[in-house]
Each structure stands twice: as structure tokens, then as C-alpha cells.
């Protein structure tokens, strides 16, 4: 385990009721000096959690910590713990009319640390412009999803935050930016010399796993796992195994699935010596096949 004893976001007993959906979390933080990935399947409640952490969404009970003092509502109260904040989501962040160049006019008013400087280099590594040159009277509307959600992401790193929360960055673009978009949050990380964190929520596991130095997975609105992850790739094992050895390994398995020549598994550590005498190789999985794993076994859908 990596030892850490600050955290950026600490939160207790988390919930929100909404038709059909209850958001219920205990107790989970997010590590100071890291990029954790909150991951989980369609409707688990990554985007409701995010926004409440994110101060859009209020109504919810609970408490929520920041920088290891701060309330939420110490957040809400003052410019300078909401300065150190930086939030990108799929919602209409940037109203359609409003073009480049009054993103730039409207970012140097809401936050004190914004460099408009910063904006335009980072408008430029995101290739926002496609022939070099800044078209600051472009407006929102006209741009595709992708390019919303870089400019999105140029405003953000153009301020001087020490945490940043992402509700889906990386859904939008393409393969080139998602490597651009793991650059930019790994170098966050690395200038920020264990005071910056990054918190996004992913569907893109294994775009993002190699940024990704903590994980959070929810299923039905619940945390159902969390870990550094080294440490779960210690806790889960990857199965390989012939058709033969199915059954009984079936037994022992946290989740299997079968192909056409035997099957592959994920197994608990301290399960693994319950699969002695079976001929089976042993592998340390991917991020992606961990989250799989524990999707399956804790998700209401029915797999077949
Ligand atoms: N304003 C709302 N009113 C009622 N229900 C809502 C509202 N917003 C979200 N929900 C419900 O809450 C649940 C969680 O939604 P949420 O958007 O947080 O999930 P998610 O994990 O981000 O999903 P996805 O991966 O599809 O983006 C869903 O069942 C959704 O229908």
C-alpha cells in the first residue's frame, strides 16, 4: 500500500434519493498526489457523486471534507477554496452562444488565477485550431463534442487548481487526445509535487489505467471497491485455464467467462490456493479486467 496521509476529498456517509436511484456512499476518500478513476456502469452514479463533490449538485446529506479542513459549505462560502477547484462535465458548462474568446473574458472574471496565456497554449496542445491560428470569435455552438470538451479542458488547466474534477473526459475524444488528455493529467500531477489530484469518472478503462493511480468502482450507487492500483492488483488474480478445468475452477472464481478453448478468470489472492492441482496460468490483470470482475459479480443487471 502506498502510504498517504493526506487526502484531497475525504466524504462520510454520502446519499441522495432521486426517482429510482438512491446514491448511499459511507466512507471514501481521494488520495492528495494522485489521478483516481471512478468507474462503474451506466446509471451506477458516477456523475451524481461527481456533482455533488463538485458543489453543482447541494441537495444530498452528508459530509464532505476539502484540502483536509474544509467543509463543503466553507466551499460554497469562499472564492478561494472554490479558485483551487476545477470541474469539466458533459453538461452545458459553456453556454452555446458564447464564443472563444468570451470563455477567455468570463474565465478571467469567475476565477483569480486564470491565464489567458495558458488558455491559448492549451487551445494550441489540444489542437482546438486546425491551421495554427485562434479563431477567438468561434462560438461554443459550432464545435463538435470533442472539441467542447477540450475547450473545456483548456479552460480548466489554464487556472491554478490543485484538484480537478472530470465527469467523463476522455468519452468525447479521440484516441490521439485521450493520450494528450493522460499527458496533460500526469503532468498536473508531477508539477503540482503531491498537492494536486485529479478525480474523473471513465467508461475508457484502459485508455486511462496507465494515469490511473487509484481506483473507485460504484455499482447501484454504492462504492463496491477501492484501492491504489497496485494494491488490487496484488487482492486479484488473472485465470487462464483449460475447457477441462472449468467446473472445478468455476467454484473457486470470483468471475469467469468461457471461451471456446477453456476460460479466464479473475480469483481472489487469498482464494488462489483452492485452484491447486488444476492446470492453470497465473497473470496480474489490467485495471479494465479487475473492473470487469467486480462489475459482474455486484451489477442487477442479469449477464448471460
Ligand atoms: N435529475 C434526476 N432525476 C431523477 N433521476 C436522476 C436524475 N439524475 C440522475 N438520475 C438517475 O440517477 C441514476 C444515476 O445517474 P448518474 O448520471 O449519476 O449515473 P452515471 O454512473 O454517471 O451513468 P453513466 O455512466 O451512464 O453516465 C440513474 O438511474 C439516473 O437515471
Known amino acids: 500500500m502506498k502510504m498517504t496521509t493526506k487526502n484531497a476529498i475525504e466524504a462520510a456517509k454520502i446519499t441522495k434519493e432521486l426517482k429510482n436511484f438512491t446514491l448511499d456512499v459511507e466512507n471514501f476518500a481521494i488520495p492528495q498526489g494522485f489521478a ?3 468507474i462503474g456502469e451506466n446509471g451506477a452514479g458516477k456523475t451524481t457523486l461527481l456533482n455533488i463533490l463538485a458543489g453543482i449538485r447541494l441537495d444530498y446529506k452528508g459530509e464532505i471534507t476539502y484540502f483536509g479542513q474544509y467543509s463543503d459549505k466553507q466551499r460554497e462560502n469562499s472564492g478561494d477554496i472554490k479558485n483551487r477547484i476545477g470541474y469539466t462535465g458533459p453538461g452545458k458548462y459553456y453556454l452555446p452562444q458564447w464564443t472563444v474568446k468570451d470563455i477567455e473574458e468570463i474565465s478571467k472574471l469567475m476565477f483569480d488565477d486564470f491565464s489567458a496565456d495558458d488558455f491559448h497554449r492549451y487551445c494550441e496542445e489540444l489542437a482546438i485550431f486546425s491551421h495554427g491560428s485562434i479563431d477567438m470569435k468561434k462560438a461554443n455552438s459550432s464545435f463538435s463534442d470533442g472539441m467542447k470538451m477540450k475547450l473545456m479542458l483548456a479552460g480548466v488547466m489554464a487556472r491554478k487548481t490543485d484538484l480537478l474534477l472530470l465527469d467523463e473526459p476522455a468519452s468525447p475524444l479521440d484516441p490521439l487526445m485521450r493520450d494528450k488528455l493522460c ?39 454504492q462504492i463496491v471497491e477501492q484501492g491504489f492500483v497496485e494494491d488490487l492488483k496484488e487482492k486479484y488474480i488473472l485465470i487462464k485455464g483449460d475447457a477441462a478445468d472449468t467446473e472445478a475452477a468455476g467454484k473457486v472464481l470470483y468471475s469467469m467467462t468461457k471461451n471456446p478453448y477453456g476460460f479466464e478468470g479473475i480469483c481472489l489472492a487469498e482464494n488462489i490456493d483452492k485452484l491447486a492441482g488444476l492446470n492453470v496460468t497465473k497473470e496480474i490483470p489490467t485495471l479494465y479486467q479487475i473492473s470487469v470482475a467486480v462489475m459482474k459479480n455486484n451489477t442487477k443487471i442479469v449477464m448471460r
Not at 185 to 195: A, D, L, Q, T, V
Request: proline letters at 0%; a negative charge.
Open 183 to 221: 499527458q496533460m493529467i500526469g503532468e498536473y500531477i508531477h508539477e503540482g509535487n503531491g498537492k494536486r489530484s485529479v478525480f474523473f469518472s471513465t467508461h475508457n478503462i484502459s485508455d486511462m489505467e496507465n494515469i490511473t493511480d487509484y481506483a473507485i468502482i460504484m455499482e447501484n450507487g
Open 36 to 38: 483516481t478513476a471512478l
